[in-house]
């Protein structure tokens, strides 16, 4: 008997001194596991206290998704949870497609009603009649009066149907269309043709969907029609799927080309991406756009090209995004998309342009800066750099748009003048000859003035601003003749801004008009006829030696004796 006591002390002594190796080990060894399941159980009875004694009734879903949104948006901006019910986004942006009328709308605070802003082409909207200016009435009955979120009532079920009633500007009663939701494809390539004689180009907006395909037939097309050369705008292109970019880039770049490279925490998300297939053309001169807009898979298509010398790269610098996200499935029908990597192009640099791990004490992030980037090497030699998006190769100051002109497109001046244009011209001609003419401008300002326009001058902010300081330092009182004078100078004279300003605010009147009659690809068409990211394009496209000199390698210091 004594012996099974000295057995049994010897056994729990023994399992004692397993329980306190094993609690220090996971204390320690483990500790980022003890870490989680801590504060998980700190979660967890914090809402359990909030849901018992909170002084009002807390709704548990959006309490808790506030708590998720603000734990991943510390994390990165691109790590997101849709819940079951916005599936639908997430599909939205994976597949570039949703079930709706295929239009975007406008809610105006103002009227408290949603307009038609830009129905798309071939889409149910277009298809039954709706235009831009269209004021949405009701649904099925249901009064949109003061409901800012139409979208969701809109957008369901492919195949479902309901009726519309609309007010439409110049006519007295109100219309009725019966429409049916269809699965909208977003325009992928709204437009492609040729730039003089022997230039092509292509609008890619979007790497979401199936682009690469899309992008296979244009080409094709436009090699018939006879191009020497090829302009690709990716300007505005958020990007899409990393597998669409490497597709396109195999189309001029030969097979077994590494262009992408993944490396994450696990070893499912390092992976290594080459071209695959035989390349469509791998002579044909290439000029990309990009622009601060351009991001993600458009940055791997422009940067791989940029880093094997295939193409000469336009505009001003890209975004700087080198995250790659994957989606996980979690319970009750929830999906999280996650940041799980980061690419790194050919010369192996990665553009990601803001480091989210080292943020400052205020918990904001900035950019990297150019001090602290590395210099990487082109196939050819030439220098690139990581860590703050593509350079371009050849860089176009950004257009700067003049003040009043934000204030007009704000107060929907622009929009509702294009809408009363449509209603006194059945037709315009193409795009490619349509222009808006002195006599219309005319009628535009006299529109403005009728409306009392009225916007902020930034020299009239700076010079009270100035005097405020000058008061504030007592020079005021000996300048005071001075600003008198330069006040008067300043007067805010809309008629002055019109005028100075007319060929900007022409210019997008024209784009506004155009897009009534011949949608998103006359848009395009209308912004091309004075683009100089495009004339930088056809200039260095139009001269063989300039084009084989920027993507040569650099010339090396020879010694003289």
Sequence with gaps: MRRFFKVRRAILGLLAAVGIVALWGFASA????????????????????????????IDPNKTIREGIDAMLYSLDPYTE?????????????????????????????????????????????????????????????????????????????????????????????PLEFDVVRRSIQLPIIPYYGMVGDSIGYINLSTFSGNPSQEFKEAFLELKKQGIASLVIDLRNNGGGLLDEAVEIANFFLPRGDTLVTTKGKIAQSSNIYKTLREPLDLDIPLAVLVNSVTASSSEILAGSLQDLDRAVIIGTRTYGKGLVQTTRQLPYGGTMKLTTSKYYIPSGRCVQAIDYTHRNEDGSVGRIPDSLTTVFHTRAGRVVRD????????????????????????????????????????????????????????????????????????????????????????????????????????????????????KEIKSMLAIEIVKRYYYQRGSIIEQLKDDPDLKEAVKVLGDADAYRSMLSAPEQPTDSI
């Excluded at 483990?30 to 002084?55: C, G, P, T």
């Excluded at 497109?409 to 209603?423: Q, S």
């Excluded at 008067?488 to 002055?496: E, G, I, R, S, Y």
């Design 30 to 57: 483990d500790s980022r596991s003890f870490q989680i399941a801590k504060n998980l159980d700190i979660f967890n009875s914090i809402v359990k206290e909030l849901d018992l004694f909170y002084v009002d009734t």
């Design 81 to 173: 949870y849709y819940p079951e019910d916005d599936q639908s986004e997430l599909e939205q942006m994976l597949k570039n497609s949703y079930g709706g009328i295929g239009s975007i709308i406008r809610y105006s605070p103002k009227t408290q009603y949603t307009v038609i802003a830009e129905p798309y082409e071939g889409m149910p909207a277009a298809e039954v009649g709706l235009k831009a200016g269209d004021v949405l009435l009701e649904i099925d009955g249901k009064d949109l009066k003061g409901n800012p979120d139409v979208s969701t009532l809109l957008r369901g079920q492919v195949g479902t149907s309901f009726k519309l009633k609309v007010q439409r500007p110049g006519t007295k009663k």
């Design 387 to 502: 860590g703050g998006g593509v350079t371009p190769d050849i860089e176009v100051e950004a257009e700067k748009l003049p003040n009043i002109l934000f204030y007009l497109v704000n107060e929907n001046l622009i929009f509702d003048y294009a809408t009363d244009y449509c209603l006194k011209h059945a037709s315009i001609p193409a795009p490619e000859q349509f222009e808006v003419t002195d006599a219309d401008y005319a009628a535009f300002k006299e529109k403005v003035k009728a409306a009392d326009f009225k916007y902020d001058q930034q020299t009239e902010k700076m010079l009270k601003s100035l005097k405020e300081m000058a008061e504030f330092e007592g020079y005021l009182e000996g300048a005071s003749a001075e600003f008198d004078a330069l006040e008067k100078k300043l007067q805010h004279n809309l008629d002055h801004d019109l005028d100075y300003f007319a």
